[in-house]
């Protein structure tokens, strides 16, 4: 349903309400939510996704104030809530007994996060609830910017799909947690390290792959096509299609297309900005395309650059 329509969103937050499911879109991916105060709501979110019950959900809320219910907020975090929400950060904290062990998958602290999306925020304000909501795709697929891609995997799984068009920022929350000694990233995301360590200062890095993740971000595969995706250097010979193979090609910018099969551009003028948009929409029209194997051109490593290439070395791995 159109998510301009103010009688999907009452819809859409009954269900919410009576313990059902609705995908939704934020400002990074659709989620798939339901109220994070009722766990059998919640556990409906890890079967539809077939998601392990040991990765924690984000809770969604409308404003800071709704935050503060359901997670125990240092006072370092004022700054950061003022300069980034609404919008693409998400802070880890100690939670607080509103949120029942499901949706933290057992662990004391819980992930929030008031996202810049004027459905989402309606959608939370008409059910009158936090909304737990992990990206809604199938877990360990790409993450779906676009209303059709939740369709595709989840059309007779969820209650309602709200409909709200493209997201503009194209990749998750950055993850910050604000239970150790310092801030720690834990998911690169659409709040760059740039952004954070102008407030913060210095920013501790916990992305780093693992087996045992705090966050399936960090799960050495992740976000991942079904065709083999390879990152390749400039001018890696391997990139050539072999004779009759299909190659799939993901490039930053314009290049001559040369025998590949499909090619994916995720920004004319190789904006990082633009490109992070498009990023999983591309990946999932290059795993369409019946190729063989899908290659990528590693794009710059600042700003957003940074949580493209976290998304496509897990694609990759
Ligand atoms: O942009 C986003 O964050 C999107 C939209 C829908 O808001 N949501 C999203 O959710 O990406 P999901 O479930 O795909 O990723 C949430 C991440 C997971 O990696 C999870 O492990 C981490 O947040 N997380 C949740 N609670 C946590 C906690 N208490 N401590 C550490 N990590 C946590
Ligand atoms: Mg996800």
Known sequence: MNADDPLAIKEAAEIIRAGGLVAFPTETVYGLGADACNPLAAARIFEVKQRPSLDPLIAHV????SAARFGNFPKSADVLMRKFWPGPLTLVVPKTDLIPPIVTAGLETVAIRVPAHPAALNLIRAAGVAIAAPSANQFGYVSPTEARHVADQFCDKVDLI?????CAVGVESTILSLVGPRPAILRFGG??????????GAVENLTAPSKRPNAPGQLTRHYATRTRLQILDEHQKEAMPLKGERVGLLTLFPRNPGPFAAVEVLSPTGNLREAAANLFSALRRLDDAGCDRLVAYPVPESGLGVAIMDRLRRCSA
């Open 62 to 65: 409308a404003d800071r104030e």
């Open 162 to 166: 709200l409909d709200g068009g493209r």
């Open 191 to 200: 709040v760059t390290v740039e952004e954070l360590t102008a407030v913060l």
